[in-house]
Nanobody, 121 residues
Framework: QVQLVESGGGLVQAGGSLQLSCAAS????????MAWYRRAPGKQRELIATITSNGNTNYVDSVKGRFAISRDNALKTVYLQMNSLKPEDTSVYYCNVDATTYPRLIFLQYWGQGIQVTVSS
């Protein structure tokens, strides 16, 4: 089983910055794609950024140029640096990780518990 622990959320003023972290632990053999999603009040969950194991990244248009996803493969941790935050970025943010575990070595998706980010105007 894989556990994902998120940290770094909170309340920030518009224009400010926050960095989210998500650390994976458990009987992990390999970590594949790592991603961040978010869900704003009354909206569906939205994929905002992904990063492959060799560092290729993709972003949804609404965060391009403001957010940066990165990872530390040795620590099995993914980060989301959020700059120039806007009130519309207010959401619960979730990390999502593809990973294989011993002994089955089958890729499965795992979710963090979610962390609140609130941007005040």
């Amino acid at each position: 089983q894989v556990q994902l622990v998120e940290s770094g959320g909170g309340l920030v003023q518009a224009g400010g910055s926050l960095q989210l972290s998500c650390a994976a632990s458990g009987n992990i053999a390999r970590v594949g794609i790592m991603a961040w999603y978010r869900r704003a009040p009354g909206k569906q969950r939205e994929l905002i950024a992904t990063i492959t194991s060799n560092g290729n990244t993709n972003y949804v248009d609404s965060v391009k140029g403001r957010f940066a996803i990165s990872r530390d493969n040795a620590l099995k941790t993914v980060y989301l640096q959020m700059n120039s935050l806007k009130p519309e970025d207010t959401s619960v943010y979730y990390c999502n990780v593809d990973a294989t575990t011993y002994p089955r070595l089958i890729f499965l998706q795992y979710w963090g518990q979610g962390i609140q980010v609130t941007v005040s105007s």
